[in-house]
């Protein structure tokens, strides 16, 4: 099965600042990449997805690159904001299910 | 429009009792998966419906999950005996279509503590 690692699983970042985000996957056949923002106390929310048929897409502050060679995505998170604290989960899709990474908690400090 | 909702959003039951969690998806959507959430960690698949299709049950951690879907509809989780150990967030997600890139929408999540 798919196997999705995650990193650095904490973030601290002063506000303005950008934040990266590393996940790797294992099953090369994964074809859609989602990112997932989860505040406190909520369910996942996606923010933003790339197809295997793209190798970069942006969202405002917000971009997410493939490498799908290397089997690596990243998510790029400019001009951060203390609303952008949160959890962020990245998510390999191979077939229907989605595997995700462990998580990376993301504190952006005034 | 409505997104996916789940109830309760909180559940504190004993050891050894059993519960019950529901999911109502968006509406339209064929596709619904569970996940749960343990304190500090990613999310764990436990099983899926797609229409009228076998669920893909892989994912449950024994047999005291079990879970349907009526209708094609609203999803229930039931988990039997409790054990300390089930206490997590449950998640509820819908899509459109399993099939290619369908986007997976998700409920608030049931915060279940078993005592």
């Known amino acids: 099965g798919e196997n999705v690692e995650q990193h650095p699983s904490t973030l601290s970042v002063q506000e303005g600042d950008s934040a990266v985000i590393k996940c790797t996957y294992s099953d090369s056949a994964s074809n859609y990449f989602p990112w997932y923002k989860q505040e406190l106390g909520k369910g996942p929310q996606l923010i933003i997805d790339i197809r295997s048929n793209v190798g970069e897409k942006k969202d405002q502050r917000i971009a997410v690159t493939l490498n799908k060679t290397a089997k690596h995505f990243s998510l790029h998170i400019t001009e951060t904001q203390p609303e952008d604290s949160a959890v962020y989960f990245c998510a390999a899709k191979d077939d229907y299910k989605l595997s995700f990474g462990a998580g990376t908690t993301v504190t952006v400090r005034a | 429009g409505a997104g996916v909702s789940q109830s309760p959003s909180n559940k504190v039951t004993e050891k050894g009792k059993d519960v019950e969690l529901r999911c109502d998806p968006i509406?339209?959507?064929?596709?619904l998966y569970w996940y749960r959430q343990s304190l500090g960690q990613g999310l764990e698949f436990l099983i899926y419906?797609?229409?009228?299709?076998?669920?893909?049950k892989s994912g449950l951690p024994s047999d005291r999950f079990s879970a349907e879907r009526t209708g094609g509809s609203v999803s229930t989780l039931t988990i039997q005996r409790t054990q300390q150990e089930d206490s997590a967030v449950y998640l509820c997600?819908?899509?459109?279509?399993?099939?290619?890139?369908?986007?997976?929408?998700f409920g608030p999540g049931t915060r279940l503590l078993v005592l």
């Open positions: 997600a819908s899509s459109h279509s399993p099939s290619g890139e369908e986007t997976q929408y």
């Open positions: 509406s339209g959507h064929t596709a």
């Open positions: 419906f797609q229409g009228n299709s076998a669920p893909d």
